[in-house]
């Protein structure tokens, strides 16, 4: 669908204008003239004659010009005939801004479905219903009743903003503002019935007037076009930075979404955000100043920063932060002490933080001189400048230093600046600058850190939708046997049978129908073995006692036996017994978990965790969409806070962890292949051996698609 | 140390006083007189007769007044002789600018403890020297030359700042102040060469001027007397708000402290703060913001927020937040809901978040309505009130609904306001109301958080530095026998020894010279038992093959026996070895680590967290100062994240913490007792058994104080 000329429409036509102020369709009409809309007007509305001066029609049809797109304010009742009227005008853009859409229940909902059909039968694009609208900030074509349109002026720039919430949207609009950060577009798309937030974000991907789209996003539509737009944002290297509301349980309820998996929704946009480059952010205010760092700022090479501090307790919370924040806050090389002595003679050594305070009093231009030379360093990736109490003309002065150095350095330079109103004169000057700017040490580390990883990101290969070549491909014949099985959730023995088919190891086992056939299979594999129950109705055999481990000779294997027969018939009387499933004792090694889930927003996903507590306990897992890449793999395994414990602990030798990601990349493949039959899988334990060792699982649950 | 005259001169000197701005002797007689002191100034300069018509006096000995308090800015090298005249004129309050202290080297520091015996000569209470003085808002005194004092006029409060940091702490008061944040005192210490901070804070805990102690801190001085000042406020019930600055290794170091004992000194002062009630902020603007609210709010009976909101992302946002840091957002109760439709009609049920965005375009007094019933509901403790982009007039209204609702609702209300400038003048009388404004959600919930917190801090037994009363005492004789034994480092049977002399259950066991009393010894043990090397050298046995456990027979444990005794010749061939530990093998069960360290800020500090990884990887400990008190015991176990493993997960029963407090409690006052012959402490592992299973301490290392 062509939006360009929704976003720039050179005629637009008001459905619903007026003369007042306190009407939708007034303040429509203030704000287009008041921002400097150049194209045509038509007003539309029988009930008068003209409008400031300008003539109103009385319908649609009767305007006698091309009109581009119509921004329709009347009462919801009325839109379906304007939107026909439309239709038969050939108009192909329109802002609906109504409510008593979806919004207002069950009516609604049918009101909505309505007319989404009618835009699709007139091939008409719809932002809206329910929604604030539209602001072109490049060419000031503002089609929004937003109050924030009440600012004397609007301030062009390169940041795309789209916002899921109308009233949030204007605010932060107001705030950024405030700082000077300017936008090319700001869509709020409402109820979204016909364009979703991702048909704007295609658009702004390829919008040479924007280089950073921000998105205040409550829910996504479709994954897949969300995810083709990120994809191909990352490609184009526009980052694209989110604020996903809705993260807790209680704030998903009142987002009145309806999602919650078994893995946690929240976490599963956590890892989509990050396998497809898309920046994350956790408030508000970080939202559009990270959007404006990268607007400004180059990229740094790696997350080192130095420090260049007027003081010394705002050094000191600067490291603290970066630290907190997986940055890091490394020495200066010698050779910046020695060229920071010739500057400075009395400077003995330099530190990182770099504390300015006391020579400052004597000398204000030392900070200029100095900046040069330490963010010279090849230490550091990066240099925050972190200034305090300086008033009026000083503070000016110091700005200017600051904005000066950034022209001789080349590398990211971001400015912290702890005092208040009577720095704005040097404040100011800063907003203006191209030095991203920030009141707070915590924002400041929070967009550095957003640009370090992002950088990472984009020069990383492409994690898009292929399927990773290469692998070793899964034994068909066997995979379709094992599926054709009736049963809807599989027996361990064929849940593993299929992770075989996909070359995954697993342990040996055999199922025996009865204690005679059971000693057979432990002879044939070897003591110590395990024994567990066989059956669809038993998923956790150990609730049911239904299985006894380390089973070292005949003796105990015959004792378990009848335990396990006992225990099940006592506590699982319900339960069709298929067998007894005898199983090699895997050695001892590190336990880990992977699994599939259907996460209703993004399909089948990947999830990977250290076994037991870290999971249940500490949620410690990682989570991707499938399919992933091998270097999807790998950052999942790392990314866990248990990865110490994989890589080795206490001079402890590392797990094989490239068996573990062939396992993941396997099972990946699995969820792709068979995403129509299965719907769940569940490997709990894959047992991680030392380096070399390889893995085995040794148990796993495998759901198909329709189990109850 | 009477320290009020310093506050509260009526009569001032000024050493170094110049009719200059750029000095400042010159910003500090400027300053006092422009914001408006109504006391005696009494200029001290040789080089002038007169200061702005003001007489000027040679020496501080030529004033033929009494003198309060003296302001010092001269050269460093020139106090000593002022201080002396000051010592003769009997002036008892000295505030001393000048640089040249101990922030510059060994020199430095001679000069200062050169200074502090002077002061203590003639008992002058002196604040710095390097400092940026002190400003009294209540009376207008403004003892300083920050540039804060550019501000036009000072707005008096009911909050005293302490700020180590005299740049952050200008800036700071600039930023507080342009919210209309009122003070009472600041204070910047500088070196705090005689009076330190914890002086200041004893001082604001009896002013009647000052409800709330802000202090941003980078380092304590005495510890006893900062604790006492802390306790003395929690009964005052004078919150005190800290920021503490050198958070991570690298922080600290930048701070130039030299901490870092074992536990990692930050997590140190988590826990003392909360032992003794200070409430500990993370963020700048977060500790005015939170000192404020303070001063302007009751506390919350709960942690039960209502959310009413004029923009459902909003809603949202905050919903998430409070959730995501341990508060509720229950529903409303049902006859909220009937109450509002009283209201208004059209509503049927009522969330939480409570959305009014679609009500409040027909009627923008509906906020103020719906607030009062809202608030009413006795599901909620608190109510936040969340605003987004209403510009100009619109938010006026939208501000005085909210401050008028205030009156009749007998909770906390917390305001936060989502947009910018637009919003001005409805911000502006938030800021000079009594309602806790925000700008930023985050900053909003933190601020409620603490007030919450704070409500459980100062309404819970005293935990004060008493011991505990009522706790069995130690078999002394077998105490003094065990600590006279000659090694630094106890064997493990010694140290079990001394935890059991303090009745805490230990594994039964004895030690054996040889093979043969081992033998004998796991014969009345009974087996299985575990065989333990008993060397001073070897303080982790599996270390050097030094240990086997689950030994089920004499042949298995002899066969342990000749293990060990290879491996400890081979792994350990310099040990003494003392003899062979036989131990009972205590059944399994979950297991903990309680340990004394010595902190070099707090003196003993005892630790508790789970075993293993929980606390090797995840640092997961909690960690008080002793002596502890029962609820101090109890929250140390509630605060791990692990807790949930303790309290029984998944239907499983849960632990005996009633023996974890006991074990706690006796360690605590092991500590104290013992506090000049033991170093260390470490019990690990305690085993715990399931609730009435008690517990048992299975290995300990003890160190002796002297010990390398």
């Not at 083709?228 to 979404?257: N, Y």
């Given at each position: 669908m062509n939006i360009d000329k929704l976003l720039k429409p050179g005629a637009i036509a008001i459905v619903g204008a007026s003369g007042s102020p306190t009407r939708v369709g007034g303040r429509l009409y203030n704000n287009l003239i008041r921002h400097g809309y150049q194209g045509e007007i038509y007003p539309v509305n029988p009930k008068h004659d003209s409008i400031a001066g300008r003539k109103c029609y009385p319908r649609v049809g009767d305007i006698p010009h091309p009109v581009d797109a119509v921004l329709i304010a009347v009462p919801a009742g009325a839109v379906f005939s304007i939107m026909e009227e439309c239709g038969k005008k050939e108009i192909k853009n329109a802002v609906i801004y109504s409510s008593g859409y979806s919004e207002t229940g069950a009516e609604g909902r049918a009101r909505q479905q309505q007319l989404a059909a009618l835009a699709k039968r007139f091939g008409i694009a719809v932002c809206g219903p329910n929604c604030v609208g539209i602001i072109n900030f490049r060419d000031h074509i503002a089609m929004s009743f937003s109050q924030f349109l009440n600012a004397p002026e609007l301030i062009p720039g390169h940041i795309a903003f789209i916002s899921q919430s109308g009233a949030l949207g204007g605010s932060l609009l107001n705030r950024a503002q405030d700082k000077k950060i300017g936008f090319s577009y700001f869509v709020s798309g409402g109820n979204e019935a016909v364009l979703e937030a991702s048909d704007f974000m295609e658009y702004f991907v390829s919008d040479p007037s924007t280089r950073v789209i921000m998105v205040l996003l409550e829910g996504i539509r479709s994954a897949e076009k969300f995810l083709q737009a990120a994809d191909r944002a990352l490609e184009m290297k526009k980052p694209i930075i989110v604020m996903k509301v809705g993260k807790t349980e209680v704030g998903r309820k009142a987002a009145g979404s309806h999602t919650g998996s078994l893995t946690g929704a929240d976490a599963v946009y956590d890892g989509v955000f990050r396998q497809h480059?898309?920046?994350?952010?956790?408030?508000?205010?970080?939202?559009?100043?990270?959007?404006a760092a990268f607007s400004k700022s180059r990229l740094p090479a790696g997350n080192r920063v130095g420090i260049l501090t007027s003081t010394g307790g705002g050094?000191?919370?600067?490291?603290?932060?970066?630290?907190?924040n997986g940055m890091s806050v490394p020495d200066p090389l010698s050779e910046t002490s020695s060229a920071l002595s010739e500057v400075v003679p009395s400077f003995t050594a330099v530190n990182n933080p770099f504390d300015l305070t006391a020579q400052l009093i004597n000398d204000p231009?030392?900070?200029h001189k100095c900046l040069e030379v330490f963010a010279d360093d090849n230490n550091f990736d990066a240099i925050i400048a972190a200034v305090s109490m300086v008033a009026g003309e000083l503070s000016v002065k110091r700005a200017s230093y600051i904005i000066e150095g950034m022209q001789s350095i080349d590398k990211p330079l971001f400015t912290w600046w702890a005092a208040g109103s009577l720095s704005a004169p040097g404040m100011d000057l800063m907003e203006r600058s191209q030095v991203p700017y920030f009141s707070s040490a915590a924002q400041c580390v929070n967009a550095l850190k957003a640009l370090a990883e992002y950088a990472v990101f984009s020069s990383r290969p492409r994690a898009g939708v292929s399927t990773p070549a290469g692998r070793i491909p899964p034994d068909s014949h066997r995979v379709d046997t094992l599926l054709q099985?009736?049963?809807?959730?599989?027996?361990?023995d064929q849940g593993k049978a299929l992770l075989a088919a996909y070359?995954?190891?697993?342990?040996?086992?055999?199922?025996?129908?009865?204690?005679q056939k059971v000693r057979g299979i432990a002879q044939r594999i070897g003591f110590p073995v395990a024994l567990k129950i066989l059956s669809p109705q038993v998923t956790h055999k150990t609730d049911v006692g239904g299985l006894r481990l380390d089973l070292a000779d005949q003796d105990e294997l015959e004792a378990a036996y009848n335990e396990i027969s006992t225990a099940v018939q006592q506590n699982a009387p319900e339960a069709d017994i298929q067998g007894f499933l005898v199983q090699e004792m895997a050695p001892a090694g590190r336990e880990v978990i992977i699994g599939i889930n259907h996460d209703p927003q993004f399909g089948p996903v990947i999830m990977f965790g250290l076994g037991g507590i870290f999971v249940e306990i500490l949620k410690d897992v990682s989570i991707r969409r499938v399919p992933i890449q091998e270097q999807d793999a790998w950052e999942m395994i790392r990314e866990i806070k248990g990865y110490r414990l994989l890589k080795g602990v206490r001079g402890e030798k590392?797990?094989?962890?490239?068996?573990?990601?062939?396992v993941l990349i396997a099972v990946s493949q699995m969820a792709v292949d068979l995403k129509d039959r299965v719907r769940e899988i569940d490997i709990n334990p894959l047992i991680v051996y030392p380096d070399g060792g390889g893995v085995k699982a040794v148990d796993c649950l495998i759901i198909k698609k329709g189990a109850p």
């Amino acid at each position: 669908m062509n939006i360009d000329k929704l976003l720039k429409p050179g005629a637009i036509a008001i459905v619903g204008a007026s003369g007042s102020p306190t009407r939708v369709g007034g303040r429509l009409y203030n704000n287009l003239i008041r921002h400097g809309y150049q194209g045509e007007i038509y007003p539309v509305n029988p009930k008068h004659d003209s409008i400031a001066g300008r003539k109103c029609y009385p319908r649609v049809g009767d305007i006698p010009h091309p009109v581009d797109a119509v921004l329709i304010a009347v009462p919801a009742g009325a839109v379906f005939s304007i939107m026909e009227e439309c239709g038969k005008k050939e108009i192909k853009n329109a802002v609906i801004y109504s409510s008593g859409y979806s919004e207002t229940g069950a009516e609604g909902r049918a009101r909505q479905q309505q007319l989404a059909a009618l835009a699709k039968r007139f091939g008409i694009a719809v932002c809206g219903p329910n929604c604030v609208g539209i602001i072109n900030f490049r060419d000031h074509i503002a089609m929004s009743f937003s109050q924030f349109l009440n600012a004397p002026e609007l301030i062009p720039g390169h940041i795309a903003f789209i916002s899921q919430s109308g009233a949030l949207g204007g605010s932060l609009l107001n705030r950024a503002q405030d700082k000077k950060i300017g936008f090319s577009y700001f869509v709020s798309g409402g109820n979204e019935a016909v364009l979703e937030a991702s048909d704007f974000m295609e658009y702004f991907v390829s919008d040479p007037s924007t280089r950073v789209i921000m998105v205040l996003l409550e829910g996504i539509r479709s994954a897949e076009k969300f995810l083709q737009a990120a994809d191909r944002a990352l490609e184009m290297k526009k980052p694209i930075i989110v604020m996903k509301v809705g993260k807790t349980e209680v704030g998903r309820k009142a987002a009145g979404s309806h999602t919650g998996s078994l893995t946690g929704a929240d976490a599963v946009y956590d890892g989509v955000f990050r396998q497809h480059g898309i920046v994350r952010v956790d408030d508000l205010d970080d939202l559009y100043l990270t959007a404006a760092a990268f607007s400004k700022s180059r990229l740094p090479a790696g997350n080192r920063v130095g420090i260049l501090t007027s003081t010394g307790g705002g050094g000191v919370i600067l490291a603290d932060r970066l630290v907190e924040n997986g940055m890091s806050v490394p020495d200066p090389l010698s050779e910046t002490s020695s060229a920071l002595s010739e500057v400075v003679p009395s400077f003995t050594a330099v530190n990182n933080p770099f504390d300015l305070t006391a020579q400052l009093i004597n000398d204000p231009q030392l900070f200029h001189k100095c900046l040069e030379v330490f963010a010279d360093d090849n230490n550091f990736d990066a240099i925050i400048a972190a200034v305090s109490m300086v008033a009026g003309e000083l503070s000016v002065k110091r700005a200017s230093y600051i904005i000066e150095g950034m022209q001789s350095i080349d590398k990211p330079l971001f400015t912290w600046w702890a005092a208040g109103s009577l720095s704005a004169p040097g404040m100011d000057l800063m907003e203006r600058s191209q030095v991203p700017y920030f009141s707070s040490a915590a924002q400041c580390v929070n967009a550095l850190k957003a640009l370090a990883e992002y950088a990472v990101f984009s020069s990383r290969p492409r994690a898009g939708v292929s399927t990773p070549a290469g692998r070793i491909p899964p034994d068909s014949h066997r995979v379709d046997t094992l599926l054709q099985l009736p049963a809807a959730i599989m027996t361990e023995d064929q849940g593993k049978a299929l992770l075989a088919a996909y070359s995954i190891p697993v342990t040996r086992e055999a199922v025996g129908a009865d204690l005679q056939k059971v000693r057979g299979i432990a002879q044939r594999i070897g003591f110590p073995v395990a024994l567990k129950i066989l059956s669809p109705q038993v998923t956790h055999k150990t609730d049911v006692g239904g299985l006894r481990l380390d089973l070292a000779d005949q003796d105990e294997l015959e004792a378990a036996y009848n335990e396990i027969s006992t225990a099940v018939q006592q506590n699982a009387p319900e339960a069709d017994i298929q067998g007894f499933l005898v199983q090699e004792m895997a050695p001892a090694g590190r336990e880990v978990i992977i699994g599939i889930n259907h996460d209703p927003q993004f399909g089948p996903v990947i999830m990977f965790g250290l076994g037991g507590i870290f999971v249940e306990i500490l949620k410690d897992v990682s989570i991707r969409r499938v399919p992933i890449q091998e270097q999807d793999a790998w950052e999942m395994i790392r990314e866990i806070k248990g990865y110490r414990l994989l890589k080795g602990v206490r001079g402890e030798k590392g797990y094989d962890l490239k068996a573990v990601v062939d396992v993941l990349i396997a099972v990946s493949q699995m969820a792709v292949d068979l995403k129509d039959r299965v719907r769940e899988i569940d490997i709990n334990p894959l047992i991680v051996y030392p380096d070399g060792g390889g893995v085995k699982a040794v148990d796993c649950l495998i759901i198909k698609k329709g189990a109850p």
